[in-house]
């Protein structure tokens, strides 16, 4: 009894750190849409996205996430607790109402992408897989007279597991949906049983789309939640979720600029694959990975002369490295990497979310979402910014002016 106890407190406090991290990016991103996540000076040094605490406390208690400023310092020590945010220069380890800087790790490259939290972002692209999949294994499903919405049986899950090439055998499907499961991503509908490769019906834990109420947080941590697993409804759905893909890309043209002739390089509309950009809906159906024709591009590359990794990582070398943020909008990231290893910038959208996060060509990529890529192809590459987040931490290296 103490051992189910004892599992059932880890799976609520796994579950806990997961609604802060998605009320925390669901935050960020309001907070980078109305402009109070910006660049700042401070004693003549530059910060760049960052926010004024006593700025974003107003804005709690305006926009009604905190009902006093009290409970709104409250919220963000909270997000501050869980590495979501921190002071600029890490010298607070407390939030206070004040005209201090602070930022959110996700925009410094600093968030800790530790087993826990590559777990948690596997279940949400699983889940944004599934959820708006064709033919779908998520359906309403009937047992012994109950009705259970979206839920799946365990064997439906692993076969579209190896249909998607996410796995290789249903053993390794087995394995990677029991670490799900013990993550609290996903459960049996009835939290009676382990995963198994059978027909048990298990649905989210979950609800990834669901906008969160910060003041929630502070509830969810008093108490476990005694209501079962968060099935998804008609409203999570709907174009105001932060999950959601808001516009349908234009048909029009849209040009890039790559070196300094300013020639258009990629022909075709920007968030297409046929244009070879980064789609910024946080994931791409595995069959248009595949099938999609290739866009048509300069050939020619920006670079002056190919560079090994060994050149790049040399002492002395001529290059400075930077953490960039690019937050995707409804038309993709706006750049195009080329290159076997290392990547380099191509081109880049001179309007695009890419340009104004400082992407620039003939920057190198060392690392995406905090994974390294120096060894990898622009083809994995690309595969790694289209499966994850719509938020992308790069870290580059630049030439030397």
């Not at 509908?189 to 929630?216: A, M, P, T």
């Amino acid at each position: 009894m103490d051992h189910v106890s004892s599992n059932r407190r880890k799976t609520m406090v796994r579950l806990h750190k997961a609604e802060v991290m998605i009320a925390g990016e669901q935050l960020r991103l309001r907070l980078h849409d109305c402009k109070l996540v910006k660049e700042r000076r401070y004693h003549l040094r530059t910060y760049p996205n960052c926010f004024v605490a006593q700025e974003l406390t107003d804005w709690l208690v305006v926009h009604k996430e905190a009902p006093d400023r009290a409970t709104a310092i409250c919220l963000m020590q909270h997000l501050m607790d869980h590495d979501i945010v921190h002071h600029v220069c890490d010298k607070r380890p407390v939030f206070k109402d004040a005209k201090l800087l602070y930022r959110f790790r996700k925009d410094d490259g600093t968030f800790p992408f530790n087993k826990e939290v590559k777990v948690f972002m596997l279940g949400q692209r699983l889940y944004e897989h599934l959820i708006v999949a064709k033919d779908s294994v998520l359906q309403q499903r009937e047992k012994h007279g109950v009705i259970y919405q979206r839920c799946f049986p365990g064997c439906h899950l692993i076969d579209w597991l190896l249909q998607n090439a996410e796995v290789e055998s249903r053993k390794q499907g087995v394995e990677l949906c029991r670490a799900l499961q013990e993550h609290g991503i996903f459960q049996h509908v009835l939290k009676k049983h382990n995963f198994f490769d059978s027909g048990l019906l298990y649905q989210f834990s979950i609800n990834f789309r669901r906008r969160r109420r910060l003041s929630e947080l502070l509830h969810d941590n008093e108490q476990d939640n005694e209501e079962g697993p968060s099935v998804p409804t008609l409203e999570d759905v709907q174009p105001d979720s932060l999950f959601v893909l808001h516009k349908t890309p234009q048909e029009d043209y849209t040009g890039f600029n790559s070196g300094n002739d300013g020639k258009q390089v990629i022909s075709g509309p920007r968030g297409s694959l046929s244009g070879l950009q980064f789609l910024a809906s946080g994931f791409c159906p595995f069959a248009n990975l595949s099938t999609t024709p290739p866009g048509r591009y300069n050939p020619q590359s920006v670079l002056r002369r190919n560079l090994t990794c060994e050149e790049l990582l040399s002492p002395g070398a001529p290059f400075s490295k930077r953490v960039l943020t690019v937050i995707g909008d409804a038309l993709g990231w706006g750049f195009v990497v080329r290159g076997m290893a290392p990547c380099y910038v191509q081109a880049v959208d001179p309007g695009s979310p890419a340009a104004a996060g400082g992407v620039k060509i003939r920057q190198f990529i060392c690392q995406v979402n905090g994974e390294c890529v120096l060894n990898l192809d622009y083809r994995t590459v690309s595969r790694l910014v289209m499966t994850g987040p719509r938020t992308v931490v790069l870290e580059v290296m630049e030439p030397l002016e």
